[in-house]
């Protein structure tokens, strides 16, 4: 089971799908900005797919306040 920080101050954590913009895979945690949250799996993988360059799809958790006060999202796993 994955642990993760929680941030009583965000009104929704949960694992979500989304699409992640990040030139490292062996990141744990994105800014909100880097982080497209989407409906499902299959969407995830073809706006990554979509996307060229450095779009990932991915499960994340979040958000949740950073120790330097920034929205963050953690990962859960890629979907490659």
Same mark, same amino acid.
């Given at each position: 089971?994955?642990?993760? /920080?929680?941030d009583? *101050?965000? +009104?929704? #954590?949960?694992?979500?799908f +989304?699409? &992640? #913009?990040s /030139?490292?895979?062996?990141?744990k945690?994105?800014?909100? !900005?880097?982080v497209? /949250?989407? =409906?499902?799996? *299959? #969407? =995830?993988?073809? #706006? +990554?797919? !979509?996307?060229?360059g450095?779009?990932?799809? =991915? &499960?994340?958790? !979040?958000?949740?306040?950073?120790s330097? !006060?920034?929205?963050?999202?953690?990962?859960?796993r890629?979907? *490659?």
């Open positions: 089971m994955t642990h993760f /920080p929680v009583s *101050d965000s +009104a929704i #954590q949960e694992e979500i +989304a699409v &992640v #913009q /030139p490292r895979s062996n990141r945690r994105f800014p909100e !900005g880097c497209t /949250p989407v =409906a499902s799996e *299959d #969407q =995830a993988r073809s #706006q +990554a797919l !979509g996307q060229p450095k779009s990932k799809a =991915a &499960v994340v958790y !979040g958000p949740s306040y950073s330097e !006060g920034m929205r963050v999202f953690h990962l859960v890629w979907l *490659d």
